[in-house]
């Protein structure tokens, strides 16, 4: 989808800086301090009726959630940053992001500390400027949107704002608006009882959680839409949630391209791109030609934009797309990647001259080819990728061959999972 996605919320009202996410997302438990014992779905005598029902057995069902050993769900119970987090890492299949980061206040004997450790590293939730986490804390509404929006790589229309479907979109943290346009239009955002009232700060509780975590993963094609009254729509239709009239789910179009699908891309920056094998380099691709759904219309326009990273594989180099940007501007999760690319050289090859003069290099490979002589020629790479990112990548050059990509040839991708346009 992603982005670079972020996963950082800056919330000065709390405190908290940017890069700081205060965010979580799904637990196997929504739950107790510590894992509860896992209860059929129809066993929750306390959602019988509830207008989260469908939701918290749904997911259930799957192991995302579970209830208590009595056989209680606590519905209206709210959920912490920890139990959050948990919820996330069962819920999304996401990859690795970032290092893992140590959190002065979850030790390794705290029973959500692999939870935490992923969720953050997938990019859902961050710390504290002081290095907290805080896994006790209550989490409120918006700061879960916040979380799934980021974490799912979600980015607002180009056309517009649209949060007048709220009637207390003034409550709405400044940090928070573009999330919550990505998670609305994206038909994330659940409100009980009046799709009106995001109540953004109040505290989220266990069916909140339940509802916008099925709702993302509707979002991404992983599961089908529940027929509730509570979803509020997307931006495109500019009305407010409580219009007279306006009672049930907005009709939004969608198509969707299958996991498998094919997507070819094209390289605008050079004929090859050089990189070290255990380099990870920012990268943006085109697609080259029209994608087609299943009914047959282009879903797909040539010309999009496909972000993402070139990333170690196996002793080579692989494209891991991140997101899919249409021309019209609107940006979707995309999950792709290319084969893996294994035509390794040694920087004294006598071939390796010719290739350099029009590759884009990653900042790791150029540390490599500096300095190399072949007969003739001192290697001075000029065209360099990763920009800000090269000293740093300098420093972690362990390797003394580098990666020979043709992206025209190497990088066309393959579609992970479903992928569904609105």
């Known amino acids: 989808m992603r982005k670079s996605k972020s996963g950082s919320v800056f919330l000065c009202s709390l405190g908290l800086t ?28 306390d959602v019988q009726g509830h207008w989260a029902q469908d939701y918290i057995q749904a997911l259930a069902a799957r192991g995302i959630i579970s209830g208590f050993p009595d ?28 290092r893992a980061a140590s959190f002065t206040d979850v030790s390794r004997s705290y029973w959500a ?23 006790e804390q209550n989490i409120p509404r918006v700061q879960v949107l916040v979380a799934l929006a980021n974490g799912l790589g979600l980015t607002r229309n180009a056309a517009g704002d649209n949060l007048s479907v709220y009637r207390d979109a003034d409550q709405i943290p400044d940090y928070a608006r573009a999330s919550v346009v990505a998670a609305t239009e994206n038909r994330i955002v659940v409100n009980y009882p009046n799709r009106a009232d995001l109540n953004p700060n109040q505290y989220a509780t266990r069916a909140d959680v339940a509802a916008f975590v099925y ?10 839409a529940i027929n509730s009254p509570y979803v509020v729509g997307g931006s495109r239709r500019a009305e407010r949630a409580d219009q007279p009239g306006d009672q049930g789910p907005i009709e939004v179009r ?65 494209f891991v797309a991140r997101q899919l940007q249409l021309p019209t501007g609107q940006r979707y999760r995309l999950e792709a990647n290319s084969a893996i690319v294994r035509d390794v050289k ?24 500096s300095g190399t002589v072949v007969p003739g020629r001192r290697i001075t790479p000029e065209r360099v990728l990763g920009g800000a990112a090269a000293g740093v990548l300098v420093g972690n050059v362990t390797a003394d061959r580098v990666v020979v990509i043709q992206p025209d040839q190497d990088l066309d991708l393959t579609l992970r999972s479903d992928l569904i346009l609105r």
């Open 18 to 45: 940017t890069g700081l996410v205060l965010t979580s997302g799904v637990t196997p438990v929504l739950l107790s301090p510590a894992p509860a014992i896992a209860q059929p779905a129809a066993s929750f005598a």
């Open 71 to 98: 056989g209680s769900f606590r519905p209206s119970q709210p959920v912490t940053r920890a139990q959050f987090a948990a919820i996330v890492t069962k819920a999304f299949n996401a990859s690795t992001e970032r």
């Open 113 to 135: 500390w692999s939870a935490i450790r992923e969720a953050y590293q997938i990019g859902f939730m961050s710390g504290y400027p002081d290095g907290r986490f805080q896994p």
């Open 215 to 224: 709702q993302s993963l509707v979002s991404g094609g992983r599961l089908q």
């Open 254 to 318: 969608t198509s969707r391209v299958q996991a498998g699908a094919k997507l070819q891309v094209r390289y605008a920056g050079a004929q090859r791109i050089l990189v070290a094998p255990n380099e990870t380099v920012p990268l943006t691709l085109t697609i080259a030609d029209d994608v087609r759904g299943l009914g047959g219309q282009v879903v797909i326009p040539q010309g999009s934009q496909v972000s993402g990273q070139l990333r170690p594989a196996q002793g080579g180099s692989q």
């Open 346 to 369: 040694d920087p004294r090859d006598t071939s390796v001259l010719a290739i350099v003069q029009d590759a884009a290099i990653g900042s790791a490979a150029a540390a490599i080819l």
